[in-house]
């Protein structure tokens, strides 16, 4: 939930992000839509697959907390000690982005 926070520093976006100095070009550009600034998660349901994987159902939510996209599913991988949004969870929601683009970091995204 804090990775989809408005109020989440693109820096610290990327700390939070599985690979996230490679994708922080795509965050920095992503926090400057007006789409980002009234959008968030809410997370609604984690089953831990292993010790560093789990999958993660969540609804992306507007800013008053009305689902837009509910029931979506993604992976969180626990890497350098934090679980982190999965890199390619972001590239699929990029991917749903009216008009957006997919980031190029996304070609190796696991």
């Known amino acids: 939930e804090k990775f989809f926070s408005a109020s989440t520093p693109a820096a610290e976006k990327v700390k939070l992000l599985q690979n996230g100095s ?28 292993s010790p560093t994987t789990a ?15 509910s029931g979506q599913t993604g992976k969180s991988v626990l890497q350098d000690g934090t679980w982190k949004v999965g890199d390619a969870s972001l590239c699929a929601l990029f991917k ?15």
């Not at 749903?96 to 190796?108: D, H, K, M, N, Q």
Request: charged share 5%; aromatic share 6%; glycine share 12%.
């Open 22 to 49: 490679s994708f922080s070009t795509a965050i920095s550009a992503f926090t400057k839509l007006p789409l980002a600034s009234g959008i968030g998660a809410k997370v609604t349901k984690v089953v831990v697959n």
């Open 96 to 110: 749903l982005i009216p008009g957006g683009s997919v980031p190029s970091a996304c070609s190796s995204a696991g």
């Open 55 to 69: 999958t993660v159902t969540f609804n992306i939510v507007s800013t008053g907390g009305s689902s837009l996209l």
